[in-house]
């Protein structure tokens, strides 16, 4: 008898989902950047992740809103092409209730960027509407993944403005959604507008063995993609590999297991209507 050739369900969702996983953390990876912070010491610190988005022609770089306060405190930088780059200029920003930036439950930032931070960031690495998705239909069995930068996996390093930028290491975490309206409410947010992920301490890999999950400290401000539903169709070898930008990463919440996410939604209508 032959063995090694029949997948089972399980071995076949698996391979399905890390398939997908690499498929768009490849897709998207140009897109996604850490976010650095000046320490006194003259290093660069990780404290978020962000990304590069195109809307009706004009460019962005968009980031979590807690991300972008800290420019209050230390001089931000942006990973370029070739080198950090030091983020200025003016940002839209979500306001902040009167409880602070902690009850911010939309908590996004954008600033338009000029043709030449575009240059140096590389042109050809915003996402644009083709790679946008609408956020419609049922969300059983649908898998996302979450795409980042943790500082628990980047260490603060000299910083270099000039010369070759930090080497950041991505993170890139797949699973399906929260559905029941019951952990909504106990995050504070609606379907309508948020995406849940669900994460935990411990998650599988995709070989099937349970291991710790990496803290996603960090991650904020990175993008949640949708890369289908897990179904017979797109388990057939010639299914398509199309996945779709669907949020940002805004907060972990520990106790819900489960990470935030804006619709991808909020966040071009807030640039459209700026």
Not at 157 to 186: C, L, N, Q
Not at 238 to 256: D, F, M, V, W
């Amino acid at each position: 008898m032959m063995t090694g050739l029949i997948l089972t369900q399980d071995q076949a969702v698996r391979a399905w989902i890390k398939e997908r996983t690499d498929h768009g953390q490849n897709h998207f990876f140009p897109s996604v950047r850490p976010i650095y912070w000046a320490t006194p010491t003259g290093t660069a610190e990780a404290v978020g992740s962000s990304f590069l988005l195109q809307v009706d022609g004009r460019r962005y770089l968009v980031t979590a809103a807690h991300v972008l306060d800290l420019n209050k405190d230390s001089t931000l930088y942006v990973a370029g092409s070739n080198a950090l780059e030091m983020i200025t200029g003016v940002a839209g920003v979500t306001k902040a209730p009167a409880s602070g930036r902690s009850g911010d439950k939309f908590d996004f930032a954008f600033m338009e960027l000029p043709e030449e931070f575009v240059e140096r960031l590389g042109a050809d690495s915003f996402i644009d509407a083709n790679d946008v998705t609408q956020n419609r239909g049922t969300l059983d069995g649908r898998c996302f993944m979450a795409l980042g930068y943790p500082a628990s996996r980047n260490k603060a390093k000299p910083i270099s403005v000039t010369g070759m930028h930090v080497r950041a290491k991505a993170w890139a975490y797949s699973a399906t959604v929260h559905t029941d309206e019951k952990v909504f409410e106990a995050v504070g947010v609606s379907p309508e507008s948020h995406l849940l992920l669900k994460f935990d301490k411990k998650s599988k890999a995709f070989t099937g063995e349970t291991t710790s999950s990496i803290t996603p400290n960090g991650a904020s401000g990175g993008i949640l993609a949708d890369l289908g539903r897990i179904d017979p169709q797109s388990l057939a070898p010639s299914a398509q590999l199309s996945p779709r930008l669907a949020g940002i990463l805004i907060e972990h919440h520990p106790t819900s297991k489960a990470i935030l996410a804006v619709k991808i939604q909020s966040i071009i209508n807030a640039i459209r209507g700026s």
